[in-house]
């Protein structure tokens, strides 16, 4: 049984310590320019009586939470394995992420419904607050979303937090044009529609990252790893007899990992068969951390040597 397991948890603590603190306070900032903006849009919003920018508040505040949740999450990630965590930490990270999905579904339809109850009764909106409050909203989610992509480890929980602000992002836009149909139009059913696109992109986010992180939770194999053709490509090297109990899975993100039981022909260096395996794993398949059980498979019966000699 060859365990690389020790070592390599090891390994994967440090890698990332030097630009853990560096990732931490480009998050620190980036979450301080979305709560330091989030109260001006709150109170622009009942000032203006606009869903948009009300809607845009308040995806503001899951992006806050988003933010200060993969803030504690990356806090905890690089905690150091030990105990009952031989994996260390690292599915904090894609426990938050599956929250930030969560939020951002709930999120759609509470915005969504009081989008579709607005366009049937549209209030009066003061277009011209909504355009300057949109437009200054976005300039907020930019430098947010710099800030986010200064981060160096892109995780899935930093990944979480972006999707947040490139949606609203896209809300504050949705806003301000709706300010600028107001204005020149006098159409108050605008804001309504602005508010339903929020939901709609709300949705489509909180969806697929609530699904990328249940891949994980679930054990799947990340993208861009085929189980099949891994075992079809260890079960094809020389002197493999049969490759089973394959899997493939993330850790976390960026933390692949590979368990097998390997039979090798009879007499063959099970040890030197190990390396090589190993060796095409992280070479051809980029598979760091690997668990290889190899055995010697039964030696072929008497009746099959016989004619040979």
């Known amino acids: 049984m060859a365990h690389d397991h020790h070592h390599h948890g090891h390994d994967h603590d440090h890698s990332h310590a030097p630009s853990a603190d560096a990732d931490r306070r480009w998050l620190a900032l980036a979450l301080a320019v979305i709560a330091a903006f989030m109260v001006v849009e709150v109170v622009a919003g009942i000032l203006a009586d606009s869903l948009a920018l009300l809607s845009d508040a308040a995806h503001m505040l899951t992006d806050a939470g988003a933010i200060a949740l993969a803030l504690v999450a990356a806090r905890i990630a ?3 394995a030990g105990g009952r965590f ?72 930093v990944e979480g937090a972006r999707q947040h602000v490139l949606t609203d992002l896209y809300a504050s836009m949705a806003a301000a044009t709706s300010g600028l149909i107001i204005v020149l139009s006098g159409w108050d059913r605008a804001d309504a529609i602005a508010s339903f696109l929020v939901a709609l992109l709300l949705l489509r986010s909180g969806w697929r990252l609530s699904r990328d992180a249940a891949v994980v939770l679930l054990e799947g194999a990340p993208s861009g790893f085929d189980p099949p053709e891994i075992g079809r490509a260890l079960a094809a090297m020389p002197g493999v007899a049969q490759v089973h109990d394959l899997h493939v899975w993330e850790v976390t993100s960026g933390f692949v990992t590979l368990s097998a039981h390997v039979m090798v ?35 072929p019966a008497l009746l099959d040597i016989e004619p040979r000699r």
Do not use: Y
């Not at 437009?135 to 899935?156: D, F, H, M, P, T």
């Open 78 to 80: 690089t905690r150091p």
């Open 265 to 299: 022909a009879s007499g063959d260096d099970c040890h030197a068969r190990r390396r090589e395996m190993k060796d095409l794993l992280r070479d051809r398949f980029g598979i760091e951390h690997t668990t290889l059980q190899v055995d010697h498979a039964p030696a």
């Open 86 to 157: 031989t994996f260390g930490w690292g599915r904090a990270e894609i426990i938050s992420a599956q929250v930030n999905g969560a939020t951002l579904l709930v999120l759609a339809g509470v915005i969504g419904v009081e989008a579709v109850q607005r366009f049937i009764d549209p209030p009066k909106v003061e277009g011209g607050i909504v355009i300057l409050v949109g437009v200054l909203g976005g300039c907020a989610n930019v430098a947010a979303a710099w800030a986010l992509a200064k981060a160096e480890r892109q995780s899935l929980n």
